[in-house]
């Protein structure tokens, strides 16, 4: 069975934050893929004639095949990319069962939603320093084992500030695996492979945007609840749905135990005997022959071994040191030819990823909203109802008029407006059309060009932005979120093709990263601001959205054509 895909693909020899400073060569790819399943026997083999000759990690790597191995491998960062995903995305399924449990308000659920974005925020470049000192997979260990255990926790807060702190803390220990786990499974692979494996990993969050909101329908609409500690810990439905989804960031830890380092880490840090170890036990899973039988018999040392070797001096001076390293080499962004580009980029992301992610994180919410409105019992005289109109009818059950969502108090007599199975259902549509717009990517890309695909990203989801107000019922508004996501989605990911195209390459790792932290502080501030905004109107957040929106339309116009020549 023949699988045909197209899309945008950031590929990056080392994908870490903390891979900033080294300058590695990376590219940015428009491709489709043909892609038939082997059959179990087959495996690409390229085997050089054994020599005692040293080889590089790129020989090495090809003479193990890619089989069985490298599959395997891909299972096991599953888990590992559905758990990020699940970490920022979760809390969007819980808030309108959460609103008594925890007495929320509309400004609660917002601090939510941008907590976990926060975390991340705070420890990216800490993780990334870790990651090239202690190695990839010990640091993906702990990460995913101490993601879980904060999710465990999270599922058992009675309140809103220790669910808070739950969270806050998942996003400072998940900043680290998001970014690592990419660098790990690149780093089993050669450059004819990477491309591809990479392609199935950008995958898996597609896949659980499907996912998630599938368990959330299993879950979260049940009557279970029990409790523990003689009453102490009450757990109910949503609860249990926080404590299910720490389960994918346990199985990454349990996937980890039985994957080695990544050879080429290794290698980097002149442990070439255990490199070896890994070479031979990939090339005789993937190839079903002795490992002893593996053709490469000597590894070349790498240029970093000179490194490792000066572990006597002072850790205080090696932290400094690698500190001014990395200021180096982020340094030249700040400086023209650059800073005007990085800029323009920056910006231009920052407003992408706020309204994206923003509208993404609060559609549930607008979704229960309309689900539960009575449109039987409106007033005729007052016309068909709109979006506006059913936020502004919807608060009975959580707040009061008279506080108007911020500093409101949660009547005792509370109680939970009913989660529908469309909200579920429209949240899985949504992700489906998101997936079907990163398979088209490729062809839009060649059919109109990146600048005005880019265009159309920013512009579509403007209007459909400013249209959501006038929206009388759920499947309106369906259709024009699933419009708003395929296209902005998209837009992240062109806008990452630009920084290659105008970066030189010992800038274009370090100008990457620098967007997506920035765009991640867009999306936390978006969460703020949108139940701020609508406790001014209900109109005023959508319309904030669509002008973000229209501001990075503006800005497109000013990105300039690649310089001739880029080192």
Request: hydrophobic share 45%.
């Amino acid at each position: 069975m023949k699988f045909l895909h197209s899309c945008l693909i950031f590929n990056q020899d080392e994908m870490s934050d903390g891979e900033m400073s080294n300058g590695r060569k990376h590219t940015v790819e428009v491709f489709t893929i043909s892609y038939s399943p082997p059959a179990e026997s087959s495996v690409i083999v390229d085997e050089p004639n054994e020599s005692t000759t040293p080889c590089d990690f790129e020989d090495a790597v090809k003479a193990t095949g890619y089989g069985l191995y490298n599959y395997l491998l891909l299972l096991a960062v599953l888990p590992g990319g559905w758990a990020s995903f699940f970490d920022v995305t979760t809390m969007s399924y819980v808030l309108p069962s959460a609103e008594c449990d925890l007495q929320l308000t509309l400004f609660h659920k917002g601090v939510l939603n941008a907590v976990t974005y926060a975390g991340m925020m705070t420890s990216a470049f800490f993780w990334g320093f870790l990651a090239d000192t202690m190695g990839r997979r010990s640091l993906l260990m702990v990460g995913y084992l101490a993601d879980s255990v904060c999710n465990i926790l999270s599922s058992t807060s009675q309140s809103f500030q220790v669910l808070l702190i739950f969270k806050f803390l998942s996003g400072i220990i998940i900043s680290g695996p998001f970014s690592i786990n990419m660098t790990y499974l690149a780093e089993f692979h050669g450059v004819k492979c990477r491309t591809k494996a990479l392609m199935w990993l950008s995958m898996f969050p597609s896949m659980a945007s499907v996912a998630l909101p599938g368990l959330a329908w299993i879950v979260i609409p049940q009557s279970w609840s029990f409790s523990l500690f003689d009453g102490t810990i009450v757990y109910n439905s949503w609860r249990i749905f926080i404590l299910i989804c720490s389960v994918p960031a346990m199985l990454a830890f349990l996937t980890l135990l039985y994957f080695p380092e990544s050879p080429k880490f290794l290698m980097s840090q002149g442990k070439n005997d255990e490199a070896m170890k890994v070479f031979r036990r990939m090339y005789a899973i993937n190839t079903g022959k002795p490992p002893e039988s593996f053709p490469v018999k000597e590894l070349c040392q790498e240029r970093q071994k000179s490194q490792t070797e000066s572990s006597d001096e002072p850790r205080r001076a090696l932290v400094w040191e690698k500190a001014r390293s990395g200021w180096a080499q982020i340094r030249p962004l700040f400086l023209k030819p650059h800073l005007a580009r990085f800029l323009l980029i920056v910006a231009i992301q920052l407003g992408c990823m706020l309204s994206m992610n923003t509208l993404r994180l609060w559609m549930p919410q607008l979704f229960t909203m309309m689900e539960n409105f009575d449109y039987e019992n409106r007033d005729a005289s007052l016309g068909a109802p709109v979006l506006c109109d059913i936020i502004l009818a919807s608060n009975p059950s959580t707040v009061t008029r008279d506080d108007a969502y911020l500093n409101s108090t949660v009547s005792s007599t509370c109680v939970v407006a009913p989660v529908q199975s469309r909200v579920y259902i429209n949240s899985m549509i949504i992700a489906c059309t998101s997936i079907i717009g990163y398979m088209l990517a490729g062809n839009l890309v060649n059919l109109v060009g990146k600048k005005n695909l880019l265009f159309m990203a920013y512009a579509v989801p403007a209007m459909c932005s400013f249209g959501l107000n006038w929206s009388p019922n759920s499947d309106v508004t369906l259709a024009i979120v699933s419009i708003f996501m395929a296209l902005a989605s998209l837009s992240v990911n062109i806008i990452i093709s630009f920084i290659i195209d105008l970066m030189p390459t010992s800038l274009r790792t370090m100008a990457v990263s620098l967007t997506m932290c920035v765009g991640r502080c867009g999306a936390m501030i978006g969460n703020l601001l949108f139940p701020i905004l609508l406790n001014v109107s209900c109109i005023v957040p959508f319309m904030f959205i669509g002008c973000f929106l229209l501001v990075s339309l503006v800005l497109t116009i000013f990105i300039p054509k690649p310089p001739p020549k880029l080192v």
